[in-house]
């Protein structure tokens, strides 16, 4: 998920100069930001498998979530939006003026109670560059999930981690946020979208002739 005005992410991504440079670079090294899929991609489309294990490919695959979001840079993140279609989430809503970073991992996440009161957001997303769109979702989830030890933990979330935790889940269901939105928008976000994947495909057949002896 990207926050339009709410969160930005550009106070984080430039840390304070008195941090550990080697430190901080050795650990970003061993970091990978991986391609986001971006609609009408088809895998968007999946539905996630359980984590049956926190082993050190998933532990991989988070630290990879993690680096790809901050780089986009975005809020949240699902692991199908990278193309592994399990069922962890990225997430750090720190304010922008908030120079700590908060990473939040949510494995194997579940809703287990949402409230009738309903609250709208403007919601973006990394596989839908630069489209936002109000949704309207429950105010308050109680979600249940793994970290990365394994501990089970329940949280109680309202505001924007409650909307930012629905529309990752959505992800790992094969849901978009503009299914959430009339047809008519929906349909005419998509058409741009395939438009636009159809035209880079074209330009990169070009490239590759271009690159012929
Ligand atoms: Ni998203």
Known sequence: MTGSQKCSLSSVLCPPPDIDRFGATAYIAAMAVREILILPDKRLRQVSAPVKKIDAGIRKLVEDMFESMYDAPGIGLAAVQVGTPKRVVTMDLSKKEETEKNP??????????????????????????????????????????????????????????????????????????????????????????????KRAATEGRRAEVGDDP
């Open 104 to 197: 939040q991992v949510f494995i194997n996440p579940e809703i287990v109670w949402s409230s009738e009161e309903k609250a709208t957001y403007e919601e973006g997303c990394l596989s839908i560059p630069e489209f936002y769109e109000e949704v309207e979702r429950s105010a308050q989830v109680k979600v249940k999930y793994l970290d990365l030890e394994g501990k089970t933990h329940q949280v109680e979330a309202n505001g924007l981690l409650a909307t930012c935790l629905q529309h990752e889940i959505d992800h790992l269901n094969g849901v978009l946020f503009i299914d959430h939105i009339s047809k008519l928008k929906r349909d005419r976000v998509v058409k741009k979208f395939t438009k636009a994947a």
